[in-house]
């Protein structure tokens, strides 16, 4: 094998989620909210607004550093996309709520035309 390898044999550059599919919505309240029960009362709230009759797919809490689904990002440490965001696209999130610029993160399905 040669020292010299084309670009095609390379490996790829992990690339950011593709959310082109998913509204956002991002919340920046003040004074800022206390913990996760707090944020997720605001998330679904925005929810209901934007969505109506919706389910929550999957979440992460920084502060507590914990996903829902759990360990979905283990399989995602080499990737740019954390395990909870690959789980609410590829399972039709179309909201997704940032609530202090990544602090709390939920990511919804509609559940009217299912």
Known sequence: M???QSS???CPIPQPADLSNIER???DPSPPLADY???MVLANREADRCLGEHMLLSWYDRDRDFESPQHSS???QESA???YVDYGIHHGARLMVDIHGGRFVFFYLPLRGL
Do not use: M, N, V, Y
């Open 2 to 4: 040669s020292d010299e």
């Open 8 to 10: 095609d044999d390379a």
């Open 25 to 27: 919505s991002a919340l």
């Open 37 to 39: 029960r707090a944020a």
């Open 74 to 76: 283990e399989c995602h």
């Open 81 to 83: 996309t954390p395990g």
